[in-house]
């Protein structure tokens, strides 16, 4: 076998990551297709040639280390090997020299003997240091092997991603204020009469707070207008049909009436002008919802 090959030990392969314990290259999102339900908080990440080769790579890696686990042992039992030869020259030495009988050749054979059983056993021992550096350093590639797998498959996740974010389309109104004061505000034109407040034909007013951002549940259901805004005007057929009738129709005539959040108001407009307003202190809304929910 070639005292050249890099790798580790079969047993070292279990707790390197990647490699489960059937011995199966096991990469997230690399899975074959074979019909079965997959997490899907797992990612599919295309097999593609930089991967491929990575992997290829991964496996020569876990091949070589079996090569060098196989050559380790067989060194290694050829050091016990040599002990025993060694001890029993060494055993048959002492025979020879505590025999008064013997001849003078005997005991310059058997010294003979015990020396090159010590030669033998050194050797080994020193193949077998090489050979546990080998393996050292055979471990340390299977490890870079895998982890140059992980990182494409992490860059592959992490393109994957940004190409979803670049499908996302960008939102009309960035913050709940821009949705507010853009579109809501001058769309709902209600005669604001506050509290106590009567319209002309002597019926109660509608309610509103140009400070809405005071009032958590007023907020709460703004957001989700907005929310629910920016996910269905990207449908062109029915998506603002159906904002207004399950949405917009739902909630606004909650935040208008008088049970409702501002209901304690005293802001008041004349007939037909836009919903009274003031623009909320700067910093509160310069973030997301997601990166608020943070």
Not at 132 to 137: F, H, L, M, N, W
Not at 210 to 224: I, T
């Amino acid at each position: 076998m070639n005292d050249d090959a890099s790798g580790t030990d079969v047993d070292d392969l279990e707790q390197v990551d990647g490699f489960d314990e059937l011995g199966e290259w096991d990469v997230p999102g690399t899975e074959p297709d074979d019909g079965t339900e997959t997490d899907p908080s797992v990612s599919t990440i295309e097999l593609t040639p930089e991967l491929l080769d990575a992997q290829a790579a991964a496996v020569a890696a876990e091949e070589a280390a079996v090569d060098q686990a196989d050559a380790l042992r067989a060194a290694e039992d050829l050091v016990a090997d040599a002990r025993g030869v060694e001890a029993v020259a060494r055993a048959r030495l002492l025979e020879v020299q505590a025999d008064q009988t013997g001849a003078r050749s005997q005991v310059l054979a058997a010294e003979e003997a015990v020396a090159k059983a010590t030669r033998d056993r050194s050797r080994a021992e020193l193949r077998v240091e090489r050979l546990q550096e080998r393996a050292t350093a055979a471990e340390r590639a299977v490890e870079e092997a895998y982890a140059q797998v992980q990182n494409v498959v992490d860059q592959a996740d992490a393109g994957a991603s940004d190409s979803r974010d670049d499908d996302e389309p960008a939102l009309i109104y960035p913050t709940l204020p821009d949705f507010v004061e853009e579109f809501l505000v001058p769309t709902y034109r209600r005669w604001i009469g506050g509290v106590g407040g009567r319209n002309p034909n002597g019926e109660d007013s509608f309610w509103w707070d140009a400070k809405w951002w005071l009032h958590p549940e007023a907020v709460q259901r703004l957001e989700a207008l907005w929310r629910a805004f920016e996910h269905l005007r990207r449908d062109p057929a029915l998506g603002m049909s159906v904002w207004w009738r399950d949405h917009a129709d739902h909630h606004m005539p909650i935040l208008l009436s008088k049970f409702g959040p501002f209901g304690d108001s005293k802001d008041n407009n004349e007939r037909g002008e836009p919903l009274p307003h003031t623009t909320p202190p700067k910093g509160m809304y310069e973030s997301t919802p997601d990166e608020r929910d943070e």
